[in-house]
């Protein structure tokens, strides 16, 4: 039951009144990470370059055991600055090559893909659409290839993970995010996605994307909690209270979409009661990561069990 997650792997840069740290980060990294984290087989697929940053990048991967397919990258690796204030939300500014991201399609995607379970998106240059053309073919191809050997048709999981300073395009974007997104087994989606995207409610976004055809969509609207509606079922859960304080709240969303691919790769869910489980997962896997700095995902027995877990990111 492997997974291949395209997207970005970047280097976090973190500056605040404590000084300056770097994480290795991406979202479509953490998920992979997470997944590993939780037992699931990782396959990344995303764009570095040829530099130190990479290098770091490439023995974390390597040290969580998840595989990793390489576009390179001429502009050398993608970093992200995040400047946080005590009063309010981070800001972040890109470097060109994280502008300029472009992930090359070919045989070992596709090969990696049709062994595949299923086929996560997060963090994709929706805006390009030559960079979903490709995307979208190379997975029917895998699909093909897969049914071709008896096995089953490519799945596909989906959070736009839109940003400020990568977002070329808004319309565009929104177009080929829905295009992979109408086909999805699950699409993952936070409130200020439906702001920035649509400047509408996670609510219409949420029933937009069952409309045009998702199976699933976890909604998350951080402090709040999240929702999961699949097809008449809407379950919502708030974040649950663990032991400790809040003290990063950067990987919540990764955490609680891995939470949810794992859970629903192991069992489909059916029921009310069902859904109601894996987003309670969810829910205490994104708490758990919030106690810690950086985005590495973390489960609530690394709350009592603080050896490994103590040392982030």
Same mark, same amino acid.
């Given at each position: ?39 699931? /087989?990782?396959?990344?697929?995303? %764009? @570095?370059? *040829?530099?130190?940053?990479?290098? &770091?990048?490439?023995?974390? =991967? !390597?040290?969580?055991?998840?595989e ?19 009063g ?71 959070? /736009?993970?839109?940003?400020?300073? %990568? @977002?070329? *395009?808004?319309?565009?974007?929104? &177009?080929?995010?829905?295009? =992979? !997104? ?24 949420r029933?937009?994307?069952?409309d045009?055809?998702?199976?699933a ?17 809407v379950?919502?859960r ?21 939470a ?24 205490d896997?994104?708490?758990?990561t919030?106690?810690?700095e950086?985005?590495l ?9 603080m ?7």
């Amino acid at each position: 039951m492997s997974v291949v997650v395209v997207g970005d792997a970047l280097i976090d840069e973190l500056r605040d009144e404590h000084g300056v740290r770097e994480f290795v980060g991406g979202a479509a990294l953490n998920v992979a990470v997470g997944l590993a984290r939780l037992g699931v /087989p990782a396959t990344l697929v995303a %764009m @570095l370059g *040829d530099d130190e940053p990479a290098s &770091r990048i490439r023995r974390y =991967l !390597a040290d969580f055991g998840v595989e990793l397919l390489a576009t390179p990258s001429l502009l050398g690796t993608a970093r992200a600055v995040s400047t946080r204030s005590g009063g309010g939300e981070p800001t972040y500014d890109f470097n060109e090559a994280a502008q300029q991201r472009r992930i090359r399609f070919g045989d070992r995607e596709r090969e990696a893909m049709a062994d595949a379970a299923l086929v996560v998106v997060s963090c994709f240059a929706f805006d390009d659409a030559e960079q979903i053309d490709d995307l979208a073919a190379v997975i029917a191809d895998a699909g093909a290839l897969a049914l071709s050997e008896g096995r089953a048709e490519v799945s596909v999981a989906v959070d /736009p993970n839109p940003r400020t300073g %990568m @977002l070329r *395009d808004k319309s565009d974007f929104v &177009r080929g995010f829905e295009r =992979l !997104a109408a086909r999805a087994a699950l699409v993952k989606v936070g409130d200020d996605d439906a702001a920035l995207l649509y400047g509408d409610r996670l609510d219409a976004l949420r029933a937009r994307l069952i409309d045009l055809g998702a199976r699933a969509v976890l909604a998350t609207e951080g402090a709040a909690g999240a929702t999961i509606e699949a097809g008449d079922i809407v379950v919502t859960r708030p974040i649950s209270n663990l032991p400790g304080r809040v003290v990063d709240t950067m990987g919540a969303g990764d955490a609680a979409f891995a939470a949810t691919v794992a859970s629903i790769l192991e069992t489909v869910p059916v029921t009310t009661d069902e859904w109601a489980e894996v987003l309670q997962n969810a829910m205490d896997v994104a708490a758990a990561t919030c106690r810690f700095e950086g985005a590495l995902l973390r489960t609530p027995s690394a709350l009592t069990n603080m050896d490994l877990d103590r040392l982030g990111t």
